[in-house]
């Protein structure tokens, strides 16, 4: 299986500045046929399913801010939030779907500073 | 519009069996390359794929879990079954079931949309 781990667990960070979350996958995601990294990011909220954030590694999904933005390849992935706004404290979470069983990594918490 | 809602017993004791049904509309499972999951997450923990079923029955089941789990559907009902057999405290978790996502006649395997989710409590 592959297994997913993300860093920090927890992360606070001031309004309005960057926030970086890792994602590191135990064996590559990228599909060399068609040059695609089969992961996702989700975030989510207190009592609340996740909800997708960047699919492919760097896809943003329709209507999530454009101060989230993926990036990496093959087995180290980030997620960044460019400026923190309040409604981003949440859980985050990657998940590979390169193969079966999908894995997700432990979370990352992000607060607010 | 989609949407998935999981149903079952809140509370379980040790070793008894859990059967839970998503219930979905907006979408069938009749349709060629549609696929639902479920998903689980213990109480402040991270998630943790369980099974998913196709269009066509075919099955995937977690490596660690796939002794105990079950994934049928009935696509008439627009339903999804999950049954596990002997829970365990462990075991105590929200689950969710979810659809692929999809665009046109491509499908994809990260999920969206997800249910609300169920929690349901193992007790020893």
């Known amino acids: 299986d592959f297994v997913m781990t993300q860093s920090p667990d927890s992360l606070a960070v001031s309004l309005g500045e960057r926030a970086t979350i890792n994602c590191r996958s135990s064996?590559?995601?990228?599909?060399?046929?068609?040059?695609?990294?089969?992961l996702v990011w989700y975030q989510q909220k207190p009592g609340q399913p996740p909800n997708v954030l960047i699919y492919?590694?760097?896809t943003r999904e329709s209507g999530v801010p454009d101060r989230f933005s993926g990036s990496g390849s093959g087995t180290h992935f980030t997620l960044t939030i460019s400026s923190l706004q309040a409604e981003d404290v949440a859980v985050y979470y990657c998940?590979?779907?390169?193969?079966?069983?999908?894995?997700f990594g432990q979370g990352t918490k992000l607060e607010i500073k | 519009q989609v949407s998935l809602k999981e149903s079952g017993p809140a509370l379980v004791k040790s070793t008894q069996t859990l059967t839970l049904t998503c219930t979905f509309s907006?979408?069938?499972?009749?349709?060629?390359?549609?696929?639902v999951s479920w998903i689980r997450q213990p109480p402040g923990k991270a998630l943790e794929w369980l099974a998913r079923?196709?269009?066509?029955?075919?099955?995937f089941y977690s490596t660690s879990l796939k002794t105990r789990l079950t994934i049928s559907k009935d696509t008439s009902k627009n339903q999804v079954v999950l049954t596990m057999t002997n829970m365990d405290p462990v075991d105590t978790a929200t689950y969710y079931c979810?659809?692929?996502?999809?665009?046109?006649?491509?499908?994809?395997?990260?999920?969206?949309?997800w249910g609300q989710g169920t929690l349901v409590t193992v007790s020893s």
């Open positions: 064996q590559s995601v990228l599909n060399s046929l068609n040059n695609k990294n089969y």
């Open positions: 492919w590694a760097s």
């Open positions: 998940q590979q779907y390169f193969s079966t069983p999908y894995t």
């Open positions: 907006g979408f069938s499972l009749s349709t060629s390359g549609m696929r």
């Open positions: 979810a659809r692929h996502a999809h665009d046109y006649s491509n499908f994809y395997n990260w999920f969206d949309p």
């Open positions: 079923i196709d269009w066509d029955g075919e099955r």
